[in-house]
């Protein structure tokens, strides 16, 4: 792999290996709305914000941190105004002082901050307006849920970003370099010291999640379900650990994740299950590094095709990627860790997304379910032939179809599940 490729990878993994407080559209809008109020200046007395659909369905049903069980669009927003921290980005309301508790409460059941559906062809996107008797701020967010590319104060822009043709979503760096083999390269050679502080976080943030989740009491309680209802080996322990950190996130549990393709469920589906996997092996630290090195730039290959929100759940996208990378982990070759990606794709890809909840977790299960199997198959080896269903000649070619499926098949689903949800 040249130096070029070689840093063009590195920096994916940087850009995508992101740390968040709660579930990262409602953190969106809330940073959002507490960069506004610092535009403003001051505390609004009216506030609109207009969100497209895929946000609405990520931010209605989710449980905002640090509010004591407030929950959607108008609680994040409100948070973030109130008690927000816009230098914070994905983590501005890591910190929300109790002395703004009761106001964001109040806010909420009143008329204070009102909610638009955003009439946009781009699927992350959030305008935060905020006004105070004469004075306005607005700032928009586009493609990536810290991309601010807008800000304007009382009618006067005073930043606005051009986008650029050379950067993925117009921020990050072009992923049309990712393909299955060079990955497996990358997580063979990569020096490891050049990302390790950033697998080290993914390992010591998403594992303690999942532990709460195990502990507390969250959502349904699916990872504890599992635990004590199903047989006590290693599948049952990958999947309870990773929902169990779903569940947690989902529900309100303020410690902080480390993403992938700005989602912290995906985040957690990637390295979950590894981490799990390579503690009931005992597999030394750095093919556990490497492993997880092949299923984060996995996933962020297959949601490249996909989209950052679709109504295609990433979960899939991350689980398959989880799957192929304990392929790897146990020693399987090249052909086998494609074979598991074909055989999950194959299986579970009709998975919808209908929103950010506690329910994710029951989803990641579901998705590792697929993907566990799709393992087994490889490593037995065997794998579903190509061009039966949505299968292809080759795994790019199979990758390239479910993009296509997620991106374009499902545009009419994503509308009719939004309908659904916000009884249209």
Do not use: W
């Not at 005073?158 to 990712?178: A, C, I, P, T, W």
């Not at 080996?233 to 309100?252: F, L, V, Y």
């Not at 074909?342 to 998705?367: F, H, R, W, Y």
């Amino acid at each position: 792999m040249d130096k070029a490729l070689y840093d063009n990878y590195v920096q994916i993994l940087k850009e995508e290996l992101v740390v968040a407080m709660g579930c990262t559209e409602p953190i969106a809008i809330a940073y959002a709305g507490a960069k506004a109020r610092e535009v403003l200046g001051q505390k609004p007395e009216k506030v609109i914000v207009k969100c497209s659909g895929n946000i609405i369905k990520n931010a209605k049903c989710v449980t905002v941190p640090n509010t004591n069980g407030l929950i959607g669009i108008g609680a994040s927003a409100i948070t973030g105004i109130l008690a927000g921290d816009a230098s914070k980005e994905l983590e501005s309301i890591s910190f929300v002082d109790n002395k703004y508790l009761d106001e964001i409460a109040s806010l909420v059941d009143s008329d204070y901050c009102k909610v638009c559906l955003l009439d946009t062809p781009i699927s992350l996107h959030i305008v935060m307006e905020v006004y105070c008797g004469d004075d306005s701020a607005i700032v928009e967010i586009k493609q990536a849920h810290t991309n601010i590319t807008k800000i304007v104060k009382n009618n006067q822009v005073l930043f606005q970003q051009e986008e650029s043709e050379n950067k993925y979503l117009g921020v990050f760096v072009d992923r049309s370099v990712l393909n299955v083999k060079d990955i497996y390269d990358f997580a063979n050679n990569v020096n490891i010291d050049d990302i390790k502080h950033l697998l080290d976080s993914q390992i010591e943030k998403n594992l303690a999640i999942a532990k709460e989740g195990l502990k507390g009491t969250y959502g349904l309680g699916i990872g504890k379900v599992l635990l004590n209802s199903y047989s006590d080996d290693i599948i049952t322990k990958i999947k309870a650990h990773a929902a169990a950190a779903s569940e947690a996130r989902m529900s309100g549990s303020p410690m902080p994740v480390v993403t992938n393709s700005g989602s912290g469920n995906q985040g957690m589906t990637v390295s979950v299950p590894l981490i799990v996997y390579a503690q009931e092996k005992n597999i030394e630290k750095e093919k556990l590094y490497r492993a997880l090195v092949l299923s984060n730039l996995l996933a962020i290959h297959q949601k490249t095709l996909i989209g950052r929100l679709s109504a295609f759940c990433g979960v899939v996208s991350a689980a398959c990627a989880s799957g192929a990378a304990i392929t790897y982990l146990a020693g399987g070759s090249l052909k086998q860790i494609e074979d598991t990606i074909t055989n999950t794709l194959a299986n579970v890809s009709g998975i919808v997304c209908d929103g950010a909840k506690p329910a994710c977790g029951a989803k990641i299960t579901s998705s590792l379910d697929g993907a566990l199997m799709g393992h087994y198959l490889a490593m037995a080896g065997q794998a579903y032939k190509p061009n039966t269903g949505i299968l292809k000649d080759n795994v790019e070619q199979t990758i390239n179809a479910i993009g296509r499926l997620g991106k374009d098949g499902m545009k009419q689903t994503d509308i009719e599940i939004l309908n659904i949800m916000i009884d249209k």
